[in-house]
C-alpha cells in the first residue's frame, strides 16, 4: 500500500507549515488536522480551515485523501478561522439570558422601576400570560438545543457569542423593561385581542416544535446528511409543501403572535429585525437546496408561500 | 445672522456608499435653509462619511442657528466634501490630479477634528431647547408601550463619538501613509 504524503502550507504566505509523511491513502481531512495540531498545538482542528487552493473552499472533515484530486504528494493550503465556540454553547448561552432577564422584570427587581414598585406585580392578566409565553419560548429553545436539534457544524468564531448575547439579551431587556412596567397600557381590543394574539402564539410554537422534530429526523445521530424535507403525517408539517424553511415561518409567526398580545412596539420591532434576519438564512437554505437537489419541490418559496 | 447653504454644497439626499469599510458609508439629507420667518422645527440628520447620525437639532430658535459652532462643522463639511466629490469625479474619470489626491488625504487632519467639534458643539448647544421643549421625545403611559428621550439619545450619541472618532481619524491616517507614499514611489519611476 502505498503512503502518502501531505504538505501544509500558509494560505497567505505559502510558509511551509507541517510536512506529514506516511499517511494513509484512506485518511479523512479530520484525522489530517489532528496531525497538524500535533505539530502546532495552538490550532486546535475546529480552528483549522484546510483546502486545495489558497482561494479556494474549505475541504471537509469527512473527505478522504485517496479520493482527492491530489497526487501522492499532497499539498494543502491551511487557514486560521480563528478562536471557535461551540454551538451548543453559544445557544444556550444566548438563549438563558432572556430567559433570566426577562423574569427580572417581571418581578420588579429593585432599581428598574421606581422604590414604590419593587417587588410589587402587575394588575393586568396579559403581562402575567405574557411571562409565561416569554419564558416558554426560551425554556423550548434550551431543551431543544440540549435534546433536538443536530447540528451540522461543531463551532462558529468566538465572536458570534458577543454579537448574539447583545442582540438576545439587550432586546430581552429592551421588551421586558416596557411589558411589565407600572404604566403598561394593555390592549386597546381588550381579551378579545390577546385571545387571538395568544392562538397565534400557541399555533406557532406548536408549529416551530414540529419542524424542529422533522428536521431531527431526517438526520441520524452523529452524522451531517443532508435530505430534502418533506411533509410527515403531523399537519404542522405540511408547511414544507410551500415554504423551504418552515421553522422560520413559524417563528416570525410566534413573535407577530407576541407582539399582538402585548401590543409593544419594541416587541414588533423586535419581530421585524428576527424576521429579516431569518429571511436572509431562508434564502440562503433555499438556494443551497436548489443547488444539491436536482428534483427540489418548484412550489416552494424560502420563508413566506408564494411571496417571498 | 443667518447661515446660507452654499449650491455648490452637496447638502442633498444622496446615498453616498464608500468604498471604505462599513462605519464609513455616508448620506447627506437636504438640511434646507432654516428660513427664519418660518417657525419650523427642522432636524438635519446628516450621517457624515467619515462618521455618524449626528441630529442637528436647527430648530429655527435663531440662537441655535447662529451658534459659531454651526458655521464650524458647516465650514469643514463643506470643504472636505467638495474635494471628495471632485477626488471621486475625476477617479471616474480617470484623470486624477495629485493635487485633489493629496488634498483629499491630508486637509482632513484639521477638517475632521474641526467637523466633529462643530458637531458636539451644536448638539450641546442645543440640549437645553431640546428638554424644554420634549423635543421627539415620547413618554409613558401611551398604547404602543414605548417611550424614547430625544435628550438621553443626544448625549449618547455624544459619548459615541470618543470610541468612533479616533478610529476613524487614524483610519485616514494609515491610508494617507499607503496611499500618498505609493504615489511618491509611482512619481519616482517617472
New interface residues.
Given amino acids: 500500500m502505498k503512503h502518502y504524503e501531505v504538505e501544509i502550507l500558509d494560505a497567505k504566505t505559502r510558509e511551509k507549515l507541517c510536512f506529514l509523511d506516511k499517511v494513509e491513502p484512506q485518511a479523512t481531512i479530520a484525522e489530517i488536522k489532528n496531525l497538524f495540531t500535533k505539530t502546532h498545538p495552538q490550532w486546535y482542528p475546529a480552528r483549522q480551515s484546510l483546502r486545495l487552493d489558497p482561494k479556494g473552499k474549505s475541504l471537509k472533515d469527512e473527505d478522504v485523501l485517496q479520493k482527492l484530486p491530489v497526487g501522492t504528494t499532497a499539498t494543502l493550503y491551511f487557514r486560521d478561522l480563528g478562536a471557535q465556540i461551540s454551538w451548543v454553547t453559544v445557544f444556550l448561552t444566548e438563549y438563558a439570558g432572556p430567559l433570566f432577564i426577562y423574569l427580572l422584570f417581571y418581578f420588579r427587581v429593585p432599581f428598574i422601576y421606581g422604590h414604590k414598585y419593587d417587588f410589587t406585580s402587575s394588575r393586568h392578566t396579559v403581562v402575567h400570560l405574557a411571562c409565561i409565553c416569554h419564558s416558554f419560548h426560551y425554556i423550548k429553545r434550551l431543551l431543544e438545543t440540549l435534546f433536538v436539534h443536530r447540528f451540522s457544524h461543531g463551532t462558529m468564531p468566538l465572536r458570534n457569542i458577543f454579537k448574539n448575547c447583545t442582540y438576545y439579551w439587550g432586546f430581552a431587556a429592551w421588551m421586558a423593561y416596557?411589558?411589565n412596567?407600572p404604566?403598561?397600557?394593555p390592549p386597546?381590543y381588550g381579551a378579545q385581542q390577546v385571545k387571538l394574539a395568544l392562538a397565534i402564539f400557541v399555533i406557532c410554537q406548536l408549529g416551530n416544535f414540529s419542524i424542529h422534530m422533522a428536521l431531527r429526523d431526517l438526520r441520524p445521530a452523529g452524522s451531517k446528511t443532508r435530505k430534502i424535507p418533506y411533509p410527515t403525517k403531523n399537519p404542522f408539517t405540511w408547511l414544507f409543501l410551500l415554504v423551504s424553511c418552515p421553522n422560520y415561518t413559524y417563528e416570525v409567526g410566534s413573535w407577530i403572535g407576541f407582539a399582538i398580545m402585548?401590543?409593544?412596539?419594541?416587541v414588533a420591532l423586535f419581530s421585524l429585525v428576527g424576521f429579516t434576519q431569518m429571511t436572509i438564512w431562508a434564502k440562503g437554505k433555499h438556494r443551497s437546496y436548489l443547488k444539491e437537489f436536482r428534483d427540489y419541490p418548484p412550489l416552494r418559496m424560502p420563508i413566506i408561500p408564494f411571496l417571498l | 445672522w443667518n447661515p446660507s447653504f452654499s449650491p455648490v454644497h452637496p447638502f442633498t439626499v444622496l446615498p453616498k456608499h464608500s468604498w471604505l469599510p462599513q462605519y464609513r458609508f455616508t448620506f447627506s439629507t437636504s438640511c434646507q435653509q432654516a428660513n427664519t420667518q418660518k417657525l419650523t422645527h427642522r432636524i438635519c440628520v446628516s450621517l457624515w462619511a467619515p462618521t455618524h447620525v449626528v441630529p442637528h437639532p436647527c430648530i429655527s430658535y435663531s440662537s441655535v442657528q447662529s451658534e459659531d459652532s454651526v458655521l464650524l462643522f458647516v465650514i469643514a463639511w463643506t470643504i472636505t466634501e467638495i474635494i471628495r466629490y471632485s477626488f471621486y469625479t475625476f477617479s471616474l474619470l480617470n484623470h486624477l490630479p495629485y493635487l485633489i489626491k493629496w488634498a483629499r488625504y491630508t486637509l482632513f487632519i484639521v477638517l475632521y477634528p474641526m467637523g466633529v467639534s462643530g458637531e458636539l458643539l451644536t448638539i450641546y448647544a442645543a440640549l437645553p431647547f431640546v428638554r424644554q421643549a420634549g423635543l421627539y421625545s415620547i413618554s409613558l403611559p401611551n398604547k404602543y408601550n414605548f417611550s424614547f428621550d430625544y435628550y438621553a439619545f443626544l448625549i449618547l450619541i455624544m459619548i459615541s463619538y470618543i470610541p468612533i472618532f479616533p478610529q476613524l481619524y487614524f483610519h485616514m491616517i494609515h491610508q494617507r501613509r499607503k496611499i500618498l507614499s505609493h504615489t511618491e514611489e509611482h512619481k519616482k519611476f517617472e
Fill in positions: 416596557y411589558i412596567h404604566l403598561y397600557t386597546t402585548t401590543q409593544c412596539l419594541p
